[in-house]
């Protein structure tokens, strides 16, 4: 089965502590995204990757970092300096030859006590 | 920079309604335009696309079409169903940008 995953389903964490988002794909896509999404909110983009070892700030990149070793693999660590981590984070992919579309993993909520 | 406005919601429909959400968008140029479902818990999924003015997106009986003129990609389906419910989100992608510009979401809500 192809397609992106993401875990753990909930995660909790305390106040001050970095954690780490994983996202794996399986589709041998060279693009992947992380957005945040924040109730009654549409998403934000956080850090996206078009090719392995290099990756760009998104919207509301300040307090996150992310790495792009593999192609498959695209991991976004919470630093504690995000001030308000609490959220739904979305990791994302899409292929070269239709760019456009975006698929989505089924997300990770984050709560920070 | 490009933005996109949908209507608020939430929005309450009986089974076999019609539905239509509103969406326009601010964009240079000819950007692409996006319906993504969302259920309950989940991520997002593609709905329907479409790439340029007069295109028509379709797909489990949703439709929407590319309105250049009003800038406009407007949510409709004739007769929705209970498994209809979920938040809906349109977006787009700005002319030679492949990065996503999401609306705020609208909620649908369809009771039998």
């Known amino acids: 089965d192809g397609g992106i995953t993401q875990s753990p389903k909930y995660l909790f964490r305390k106040e001050g502590q970095n954690v780490t988002l994983s996202c794996e794909q399986n589709?041998?896509?060279?693009?992947m995204y992380w957005y945040r999404q924040d109730p009654g909110q549409g998403l934000r983009l956080i850090y996206y990757s078009q090719i392995v070892n290099d990756f760009q700030k998104g919207d509301i990149a300040e307090g996150y970092s992310v790495s792009r070793e593999k192609k498959e693999s695209f991991p976004l660590t919470v630093t504690s300096a995000q001030k308000n981590p609490t959220a739904f984070y979305l990791c994302?992919?899409?292929?070269?030859?239709?760019?456009?579309?975006?698929?989505f993993g089924p997300g990770t909520r984050l709560t920070v006590l | 920079g490009d933005s996109v406005t949908q209507m608020e919601g939430p929005v309450t429909l009986s089974e076999e309604a019609c539905l239509t959400i509103n969406c326009t968008y601010t964009a240079t140029g000819y950007p692409s335009l996006f319906w993504y479902v969302q259920y309950p818990g989940e991520g997002l999924q593609l709905l329907l696309k479409a790439t340029k003015a007069d295109d028509k997106g379709s797909n489990k009986g949703f439709e929407a079409t590319y309105r250049k003129e009003t800038t406009s990609f407007h949510l409709e389906k004739g007769s929705v169903q209970v498994s209809d419910s979920a938040v809906y989100f349109c977006a787009l992608t700005g002319a030679g940008s492949y990065q996503l510009t999401f609306g705020k979401g609208t909620k649908l809500s369809v009771i039998p």
């Open positions: 994302a992919s899409g292929e070269d030859r239709d760019p456009d579309t975006q698929y």
């Open positions: 589709l041998n896509h060279d693009a």
